[in-house]
């Protein structure tokens, strides 16, 4: 990666949907550049354009048109297996409904990504220990998903993000099935591990969470409406 | 970044798999079970056609399958038999004008007596040969101890006998019996040779209980009744060359008969020659009838049940949509999926493939002890019931897994 470059650039942006005969425009013209190290919430109601944004920062969805720059990568120039190895080292993502894996312990969950890595089987183990004992769960680790309560949970689904040791970690909702409580310990963890160095990007629509960012974009109709700095809470 | 990144390994794949199958034990019980029947069917349908193979080559070998015979009477096919009793005889005549064609290598008569023997205060019932020298030969049959019936004495009607393991065992109990006396039918005669054991047949019957004399004997004096020809030969066994085609050499014996015989072109023929190798075939065909049966069964509860395999995948695809779009953000690549989702197919294919094969080989071993036929279970058809299983069970799963690979990973992490 060149030195000084954005993690993340944004030029042109645009993503349209075909709904039967008709082409929603989620994403018209967008361009954005994000940092390394940054915290940035992406705000807007639904059907803003935040999510697909978000998508698309993921490599989890292509831009119709324009061109996006992912740790000097260009999505476009990436093939399936270049984008899942992308997703697999580079990202990190954290869901509302946390996803993890039925019946299948929080360690084993937090794993997952090294799934498919090349490490062996003990580093595999000490990595995922060490998320687990950075989110502060590491006495919970042979739990499953459903002897953990949601901030739990979430902090299972963090660790997860975490355990390859991503350059950025991408949060969408992360609070959203959460207590205001729980709410507020999940964003001081995003707080601590942005403060280690990780780049977050987290989607919301609540103020109140987006106020512990210190950027916020903001959506409406496909479009960015502001990019303001603020005081993180 | 550039480095190969291998892909999910297999033991974590199977992890998964087995998981998965674990989860939906029954489900995945009730799919397999198309699989277990087909692959149990299939075992026992290849035991029997192969037991049936091994009987028919065990067959074949016990009466040459360069043996012909010429018997009296008329074709079975046809519909108009006029009964053996009333046939012309084959003769000695015969015997002698066939051993002229070029494709014989040996001919003789056979008459068969059922007798009593005695000897010392001991006496035995058995079925009596009477034969030409040359029968032995023509029967593969060698002689033990002592010799067999020379062409002079088969020609002059000595009274000699040569008897068989059994016929010694209990007149002679051990003790040598050549050089005896025995007493057949009240007909006095030395027993010069004592025939090789050959053991009961596949079918139970002994073969050593029985007893050779020349066939002029057996004709003149031990068997004789009013009313037979003089020179009837009973039934002339033939041996033919190894080095010819067995129908070839029928053929000619078939013309040759008729001119004899004086049979018009056209006219049923009031003799028969008998091709054992081909007999025997045909009484094998039931056997193997039963085979067929159960291998088209097999064949269908094999696809029945790949399609079983297909319908479960998509199912298990479509309930883990979200776990492959997961998956996927995380950095599975296409082929990870698809390799895990085949991983799946397969086990479920061998699980289904092994059951099968312990069904498969108790249902062998059930049919083998109640149908009272004989099967032969082989390695070679265990370890290949198995590979179909999981031939089946990835062909049939590749669809589904395609299909889980080729998922959004956007579309599937939002699938409701």
Same mark, same amino acid.
């Given at each position: 990666m060149i030195p000084g470059e954005a993690l993340i650039r944004a030029e042109g942006l645009v993503k349209d949907y075909t709904m039967g005969s008709s082409v929603v425009h989620a994403l018209i013209d967008v361009d954005a550049e994000i940092d390394a190290g940054e915290f940035v919430a992406v705000m807007g109601p639904s059907g803003s354009g935040k999510s697909t944004f978000m998508n698309l920062l993921g490599a989890l969805d292509r831009p119709t048109r324009g061109r996006l720059m992912i740790a000097g990568r260009d999505l476009a120039a990436l093939d399936d297996d270049a984008q899942a190895r992308l997703r697999n080292e580079t990202l990190g993502f954290v869901f509302q409904q946390f996803m993890l894996l039925a019946r299948t312990s929080a360690v084993d969950n937090v794993k997952l990504p090294l799934m498919y890595t090349a490490l062996d089987r003990e580093e595999k183990q000490r990595r995922a220990v060490a998320a687990l004992e950075r989110v502060g769960l590491a006495e919970r680790m042979d739990h499953a998903p459903s002897q953990l309560s949601g901030g739990q949970q979430q902090r299972v689904a963090i660790a997860r993000a975490l355990v390859n040791r991503p350059r950025m970690i991408l949060a969408d909702e992360p609070t959203g099935a959460l207590d205001s409580v729980t709410a507020e310990e999940i964003m001081r963890l995003f707080g601590e591990l942005n403060a280690e160095g990780v780049t977050v990007v987290l989607v919301t629509h609540e103020e109140e969470i987006a106020e512990h960012a210190r950027r916020c974009i903001r959506f409406r109709d496909g479009r960015i409406i502001s990019d303001e700095w603020q005081e993180a809470a | 970044m550039n480095a190969e990144r291998p892909g999910l390994n297999l033991s974590a794949s199977l992890a998964i798999a087995l998981k998965a199958i674990r989860t939906n034990s029954i489900r995945s019980l009730l799919t397999m079970l198309g699989i277990i029947i087909g692959i149990a069917a299939a075992i026992v349908a290849v035991s029997i056609a192969q037991g049936a193979g091994k009987q028919l080559t065990e067959q074949i070998e016990q009466f040459g399958t360069h043996v012909l015979q010429v018997r009296p009477g008329t074709s079975f096919f046809g519909g108009r038999s006029r009964g053996a009793g009333s046939a012309r005889a084959v003769t000695d005549d015969d015997v002698e004008a066939l051993l $002229?064609?070029?494709?014989? $290598?040996a001919a003789s008569g056979r008459a068969l007596a059922g007798v009593t023997l005695v000897a010392g205060g001991r006496n035995w019932t058995t079925s009596l040969f009477g034969v030409g020298a040359d029968f032995g030969l023509i029967q593969d049959w060698g002689i033990a101890q002592g010799r067999g019936i020379t062409p002079g004495e088969a020609r002059r009607g000595a009274k000699i006998a040569v008897i068989g393991k059994t016929v010694a065992n209990e007149l002679f109990e051990g003790s040598d019996p050549i050089g005896q006396r025995i007493r057949i039918n009240r007909t006095p005669a030395t027993v010069v040779g004592l025939l090789e054991e050959k053991g009961a047949t596949s079918w139970g019957q002994d073969q050593d209980d029985t007893v050779w004399m020349p066939l002029e004997t057996v004709r003149s004096r031990v068997a004789r009744s009013a009313g037979s020809v003089v020179d009837d030969a009973g039934r002339i066994y033939l041996k033919v060359w190894d080095d010819l085609d067995v129908l070839d050499v029928q053929a000619e014996i078939e013309d040759l008969m008729r001119v004899r015989r004086n049979i018009q072109p056209g006219a049923d023929d009031d003799f028969r020659v008998i091709n054992f190798a081909e007999f025997i075939r045909a009484r094998n065909e039931t056997e193997s009838l039963l085979g067929f049966l159960l291998a088209a069964f097999s064949a269908t509860s094999l696809i029945v049940g790949g399609i079983g395999i297909m319908n479960i995948m998509l199912v298990s695809v479509t309930e883990r949509t979200r776990e492959i779009g997961l998956r996927r953000a995380v950095g599975a690549r296409s082929r990870d999926v698809l390799t895990q989702f085949l991983v799946e197919a397969t086990v479920l294919g061998l699980i289904g493939g092994l059951v099968g094969l312990a069904l498969g080989v108790g249902g062998t071993m059930l049919a083998g002890r109640l149908g009272e036929f004989p099967v032969l279970l082989s390695p070679a058809t265990l370890i290949g019931a198995v590979g179909i299983a999981v031939v089946i069970a990835v062909f049939f799963g590749y669809y589904p897994a395609r299909r889980a690979s080729r998922l959004d990973p956007i579309d599937a992490l939002r699938f409701e």
């Amino acid at each position: 990666m060149i030195p000084g470059e954005a993690l993340i650039r944004a030029e042109g942006l645009v993503k349209d949907y075909t709904m039967g005969s008709s082409v929603v425009h989620a994403l018209i013209d967008v361009d954005a550049e994000i940092d390394a190290g940054e915290f940035v919430a992406v705000m807007g109601p639904s059907g803003s354009g935040k999510s697909t944004f978000m998508n698309l920062l993921g490599a989890l969805d292509r831009p119709t048109r324009g061109r996006l720059m992912i740790a000097g990568r260009d999505l476009a120039a990436l093939d399936d297996d270049a984008q899942a190895r992308l997703r697999n080292e580079t990202l990190g993502f954290v869901f509302q409904q946390f996803m993890l894996l039925a019946r299948t312990s929080a360690v084993d969950n937090v794993k997952l990504p090294l799934m498919y890595t090349a490490l062996d089987r003990e580093e595999k183990q000490r990595r995922a220990v060490a998320a687990l004992e950075r989110v502060g769960l590491a006495e919970r680790m042979d739990h499953a998903p459903s002897q953990l309560s949601g901030g739990q949970q979430q902090r299972v689904a963090i660790a997860r993000a975490l355990v390859n040791r991503p350059r950025m970690i991408l949060a969408d909702e992360p609070t959203g099935a959460l207590d205001s409580v729980t709410a507020e310990e999940i964003m001081r963890l995003f707080g601590e591990l942005n403060a280690e160095g990780v780049t977050v990007v987290l989607v919301t629509h609540e103020e109140e969470i987006a106020e512990h960012a210190r950027r916020c974009i903001r959506f409406r109709d496909g479009r960015i409406i502001s990019d303001e700095w603020q005081e993180a809470a | 970044m550039n480095a190969e990144r291998p892909g999910l390994n297999l033991s974590a794949s199977l992890a998964i798999a087995l998981k998965a199958i674990r989860t939906n034990s029954i489900r995945s019980l009730l799919t397999m079970l198309g699989i277990i029947i087909g692959i149990a069917a299939a075992i026992v349908a290849v035991s029997i056609a192969q037991g049936a193979g091994k009987q028919l080559t065990e067959q074949i070998e016990q009466f040459g399958t360069h043996v012909l015979q010429v018997r009296p009477g008329t074709s079975f096919f046809g519909g108009r038999s006029r009964g053996a009793g009333s046939a012309r005889a084959v003769t000695d005549d015969d015997v002698e004008a066939l051993l $002229e064609l070029d494709g014989i $290598e040996a001919a003789s008569g056979r008459a068969l007596a059922g007798v009593t023997l005695v000897a010392g205060g001991r006496n035995w019932t058995t079925s009596l040969f009477g034969v030409g020298a040359d029968f032995g030969l023509i029967q593969d049959w060698g002689i033990a101890q002592g010799r067999g019936i020379t062409p002079g004495e088969a020609r002059r009607g000595a009274k000699i006998a040569v008897i068989g393991k059994t016929v010694a065992n209990e007149l002679f109990e051990g003790s040598d019996p050549i050089g005896q006396r025995i007493r057949i039918n009240r007909t006095p005669a030395t027993v010069v040779g004592l025939l090789e054991e050959k053991g009961a047949t596949s079918w139970g019957q002994d073969q050593d209980d029985t007893v050779w004399m020349p066939l002029e004997t057996v004709r003149s004096r031990v068997a004789r009744s009013a009313g037979s020809v003089v020179d009837d030969a009973g039934r002339i066994y033939l041996k033919v060359w190894d080095d010819l085609d067995v129908l070839d050499v029928q053929a000619e014996i078939e013309d040759l008969m008729r001119v004899r015989r004086n049979i018009q072109p056209g006219a049923d023929d009031d003799f028969r020659v008998i091709n054992f190798a081909e007999f025997i075939r045909a009484r094998n065909e039931t056997e193997s009838l039963l085979g067929f049966l159960l291998a088209a069964f097999s064949a269908t509860s094999l696809i029945v049940g790949g399609i079983g395999i297909m319908n479960i995948m998509l199912v298990s695809v479509t309930e883990r949509t979200r776990e492959i779009g997961l998956r996927r953000a995380v950095g599975a690549r296409s082929r990870d999926v698809l390799t895990q989702f085949l991983v799946e197919a397969t086990v479920l294919g061998l699980i289904g493939g092994l059951v099968g094969l312990a069904l498969g080989v108790g249902g062998t071993m059930l049919a083998g002890r109640l149908g009272e036929f004989p099967v032969l279970l082989s390695p070679a058809t265990l370890i290949g019931a198995v590979g179909i299983a999981v031939v089946i069970a990835v062909f049939f799963g590749y669809y589904p897994a395609r299909r889980a690979s080729r998922l959004d990973p956007i579309d599937a992490l939002r699938f409701e």
